[in-house]
């Protein structure tokens, strides 16, 4: 397939869709931050990552790891959608005995690199990774994302220190700036302040784009792609809840039972995911 | 006392968060601490009704520890909570020596026990919290099997003081005892000639279960609610022990380092029985609903049945 802008739209919307049909699955869950990494799902899936679910121990692949590992349901359409495994098994997540957890499990599921969900250890498993592979002579990329909240555990500013020192310009850390953690927002439980100022005086090149923009990531992954002696931070300006209004608006949209009205809304989004998927590709 | 499983009234986090605003407007030197899971234990309300008793440090579990640490050297009274893994494994180190090395005062409370974590899978599936903490030198450690009793040890360990560490679920529990019980000595909740079960936690319900179960098969068993895992109520347990000549534990945890460990380690330095710990062996957590899980994990009353059987035909 060759890719192109428009298929990166697209392909974000099929992982939309199968997110929220695989979260309708099971009942309840992380809705708001696992649609606000779609877009940077889609473009490293869709474009960036070099990984295959035929040759997927290739030492040579890209490594993606997803800090912010309650974000696994968008990860795990992804998957699905990357071949690693059935559309049966996505409508697995959380029931009995599954191998799609809340928190994805590298021993689990298929395609995930690192079992994450204690936050703020991602990032570091995958600032070894980077290590390990620039070791190793390895031209590989490691990719992660952590979450805006996720940044205030301290162990991500080790990592940080750590890839910064080693000058990992293999390494690319996504900050989903989506402004709310668990309890609220960002700005009132813990000021982030600026990311792209921290992450610079950090060591890292750091940039802040529109997160629901496939283009703008993309271009900011090629960048970073360029540089060498140091790693980049993309800062990625989402919302949570990101692409169904109806949960954007939500004020408590981190783990969601939905109510009728909430299903109602998100049957509603499906439908109009549906219609867009069903004109294809190329439409 | 026990009869039917009829469920407590309230849910484990709202008698946390009750009772914290109880003791915070009557002291207020009463300080809440929690790590970006308030909504998750409906303490968020306390930040409105408690000004200057509430933080939210964010996702900072070591941090927490520190800071609850600082505010005890100025002469508060933390309370902090948070999911039982991250005041535990997360946080061991600071929690080990901020608070306990350097001899401070606070009461941990730690929710979600073991299987109770449910859908959030093995990462969060706590099995060795009681461990790690019972081996910090003076910390009181307690498993909390119904919301009054919650109540009650929480109010116990803002009077001692010193370190406290307290191990919930979140939601309803088996209602377990009415308002006038104290708790200050290991419970005995029924009395057998045959074999003791000594439980806590979740587990206590299920130890009672068992025990009407094993009645019914001839067997009569004495049902200990050992809520306090340290300092452990060594006298109830010997008599229990000398009484029915076999013990059997069941717990919600790890079988090591916990409460079997603790009745093992007394147990054969004091009065050797026969004896079989009844918990997790030698696995991590996984996703699941909280019956689905005590059936993998073997933690309800037909594996307390189908063991204490296996040691009576043993003894016998
Ligand atoms: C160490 C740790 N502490 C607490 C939690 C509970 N928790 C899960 S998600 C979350 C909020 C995360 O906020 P953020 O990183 O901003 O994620 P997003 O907004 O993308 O959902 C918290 C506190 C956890 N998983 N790990
Ligand atoms: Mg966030």
């Given at each position: 397939?060759?890719?192109t ?12 869709f ?30 960036h ?7 997927a121990n ?8 997803l ?8 990860l795990?359409?992804?998957l ?34 690192m079992t ?6 991602g ?13 190793d002579?390895?031209?590989?990329y ?15 500013w ?8 080693h000058?990992?310009?293999?390494f ?11 309890d ?9 302040f ?14 802040r784009v529109?997160?629901s ?6 271009e900011?992954i090629q960048?970073?792609?360029k ?10 300006d ?9 949960l ?20 509603a ?6 219609k ?8 | ?8 009234d ?16 009557n ?31 964010g996702?900072?579990?070591a ?23 991250f005041?535990t ?14 001899k401070?005062s606070a009461?941990i ?15 969060h ?15 009181h450690?307690y498993?909390?099997?119904d ?5 009650y040890?929480?109010?116990k ?28 000595k290991?419970?005995?909740l029924?009395?057998?000639?045959d ?19 094993l ?13 306090s895992i340290?300092p ?17 534990t069941?717990e ?21 029985v026969?004896?079989y710990?009844?918990g ?6 996984q ?7 005590k ?12 063991e ?5 035909e043993?003894v016998?």
């Amino acid at each position: 397939m060759q890719v192109t802008e428009t298929n990166l739209q697209f392909f974000a919307k099929q992982i939309r869709f199968y997110t929220l049909k695989e979260l309708q699955a099971v009942g309840f869950g992380h809705y708001g931050g696992s649609l606000s990494i779609v877009e940077a799902l889609a473009v490293l899936y869709g474009k960036h990552l070099t990984i295959d679910a035929d040759d997927a121990n290739n030492p040579d692949r890209d490594y993606f790891v997803l800090s912010k590992g309650h974000g696994g349901p968008a990860l795990y359409a992804t998957l699905f959608l990357k071949k690693f495994f059935s559309e049966e098994t996505l409508y697995t997540l959380n029931q009995n005995g599954t191998t799609l957890p809340s928190h994805p499990d590298r021993n689990l599921t298929p395609g995930v690199e690192m079992t994450t969900g204690s936050l703020g250890q991602g990032i570091s498993a995958a600032a070894g990774i980077a290590f390990g592979n620039k070791l190793d002579g390895r031209s590989n990329y490691t990719y992660a994302i952590v979450g805006d909240g996720e940044l205030n555990e301290g162990q991500c500013w080790e990592a940080i220190q750590f890839a910064a020192h080693h000058k990992l310009d293999h390494f690319v850390v996504f900050i989903d700036e989506n402004k709310k953690q668990l309890d609220g927002l960002t700005i009132d439980i813990m000021n982030p302040f600026d990311f792209v100022e921290k992450m610079k005086a950090f060591g890292f090149a750091a940039e802040r784009v529109d997160g629901s923009n496939v283009d703008a990531i993309d271009e900011a992954i090629q960048r970073a792609k360029k540089r060498s002696g140091q790693p980049t931070a993309i800062v990625l300006d989402t919302t949570k809840g990101q692409g169904v209004s109806y949960l954007e608006e939500k004020v408590d949209n981190h783990h969601i039972r939905p109510s009728m009205d909430d299903t109602n809304a998100i049957n509603a989004a499906l439908a109009e995911l549906e219609k867009a998927l069903a004109g294809g590709e190329n439409q | 006392m026990m009869g039917s499983a009829r469920l407590d009234d309230k849910e484990m986090r709202q008698t946390y968060a009750d009772t914290i605003l109880e003791l915070a407007r009557n002291d207020d030197r009463v300080i809440a601490l929690e790590a970006d899971l308030s909504s998750a234990m409906t303490t968020s309300r306390l930040e409105k009704e408690l000004p200057g008793q509430f933080v939210n440090v964010g996702i900072m579990e070591a941090n927490m520890m520190g800071i609850a640490a600082g505010l005890s050297i100025v002469g508060r009274k933390p309370f902090i909570h948070s999911f039982g893994q991250f005041v535990t494994r997360r946080a061991f180190d600071q929690l080990f020596v901020s608070l306990g090395y350097a001899k401070l005062s606070a009461v941990i409370v730690g929710s979600d026990a073991g299987v109770t974590a449910e859908h959030n899978g093995g990462t969060h599936m706590t099995f060795e919290d009681i461990a790690l903490v019972r081996e910090i030198p003076n910390a009181h450690v307690y498993e909390a099997s119904d919301s009054y009793q919650l109540q009650y040890l929480l109010k116990k360990a803002y009077k001692e003081g010193g370190l406290h560490y307290i191990r919930t679920i979140r939601k309803k529990a088996v209602k377990l005892y009415d308002e006038n019980e104290t708790f200050e000595k290991a419970k005995v909740l029924r009395s057998g000639k045959d074999v003791t079960i000594i439980a806590s936690g979740i587990m206590v319900a299920e130890s009672l279960q068992a025990a009407v179960q094993l009645s019914q098969m001839g067997m009569e068993a004495t049902v200990i609610d050992m809520f306090s895992i340290k300092p452990l109520d060594i006298d109830t347990l010997i008599e229990a022990a000398k009484a029915t000549g076999v013990v059997v534990t069941a717990e919600n945890h790890n079988v090591n380092g916990g409460l079997g460990s603790a009745v093992a380690e007394a147990l054969s330095e004091n009065f050797p029985v026969p004896l079989y710990r009844i918990g997790v062996r030698e696995r991590f957590g996984q996703v699941g609903q909280t019956e689905y899980l005590k059936k993998v994990y073997g933690l309800n009353a037909e594996t307390i049945v189908k063991e204490v059987k296996n040691r009576l035909e043993v003894v016998i």
